[in-house]
Structures are given as C-alpha cells and as structure tokens.
C-alpha cells in the first residue's frame, strides 16, 4: 500500500485491548453506525480502523492477531488492486 496515501486518511488504532476497544466492538457487534473522530463536524466515519482481533460474543482477544476495516471509499481506493490467479487442477484432480 502506498504510505502517503494511508497517511491522509482518518484512522483508529488500538495497540491493545482496552475499554474503549470494547466499546467500538461491542457498538460494532449490535450493528451502531461506525465510530467516527470525536469533534468531527462533518460527522464522518473514520476511514481505516485496526487493533487486536477479538472472539465472537466474548471480551477475548487473539494474541498475535490484528485486524484492518476499511470503512470507506476512499480507505477502499488506497488499496493496491487483488492479485487474481486461475488455478486449474492436474491430471489427478489436485490442485497443486
């Protein structure tokens, strides 16, 4: 990805799991808007927000895990296009 354009978006970090984590993915989880900057006057949602990878239903984290959501369009448009490949199975059915 390219870092200026990362750079120029609004994002949220978490490094750990704290109460305001819980509070973004327990909003997340009952289906609230998405958390945008507090003072925000145009009301927008962060575009990228990143932190630890938690358990469905339960304040448990993944240790060693982190996960990305990109919220936005323009978070979307900074993202290098897929690498898409066809992968036919040999002659013994496998793929390789």
């Not at 120029?8 to 327990?26: I, M, N, T």
């Not at 990109?70 to 296009?81: D, M, Q, R």
């Amino acid at each position: 990805m390219n870092r200026d354009q990362i750079a120029a978006l609004e994002c949220l970090s978490f490094v750990r799991a704290s109460s305001d984590y819980w509070d973004l993915v327990s909003d997340c989880r009952i289906g609230f808007a998405p958390h945008q900057r507090q003072g925000n006057a145009s009301g927008s949602a962060y575009d990228v927000v990143y932190g630890p990878v938690s358990l469905w239903a339960q304040q448990l984290i993944i240790h060693d895990a982190d996960q990305v959501s990109f919220h936005t369009a323009k978070a979307v448009a900074a993202l290098p296009p897929p690498n898409v490949y066809d992968v036919a199975p040999s002659s013994n059915g496998l793929f390789p």
